[in-house]
């Protein structure tokens, strides 16, 4: 994972992780410098081999922004690019959303999170 401590508030990143993609807009850098505030736009998973710059659509595609920020670490965040950004965005512009979305949206991004630190413990385990 590349890591870029120079984020700036508004600033669209991206976290990927095992085929999926959290992309989120920073709201404000902690005075540490290593974490920040994090307000998640939407979470994307793609087929294996396919990435977020491809310009392939992702199979699974979530809106999380009526849900909570985030106070994460910076590191693994990349800078998002606007050629994969905006077609996601409008993508979730025209979906329809069914009374319980927003709990399955948030559901994901709590699997991705799990995911994530699993991914992250393995390695201090062995």
Request: proline fraction near 7%.
């Amino acid at each position: 994972m590349v890591s870029n401590n120079n984020f700036l508030p508004e600033q669209i990143v991206c976290l990927e992780n095992e085929g999926s993609c959290l992309y989120g807009e920073v709201i404000q850098i902690a005075e540490s410098g290593s974490m920040f505030w994090l307000r998640p736009l939407m979470l994307a998973s793609w087929s294996a081999g396919v990435t977020p710059q491809s310009g392939e659509p992702p199979e699974e595609l979530y809106d999380l922004r009526e849900g909570a920020d985030l106070v994460w670490p910076m590191t693994g965040f990349r800078a998002a690019f606007d050629t994969e950004v905006i077609p996601l965005l409008a993508a979730l512009a025209g979906k329809e959303r069914e009374p319980r979305y927003a709990i399955l949206a948030h559901r994901q991004l709590r699997l991705f999170v799990d995911r994530l630190w699993e991914s992250q413990q393995k390695p201090n385990q062995e």
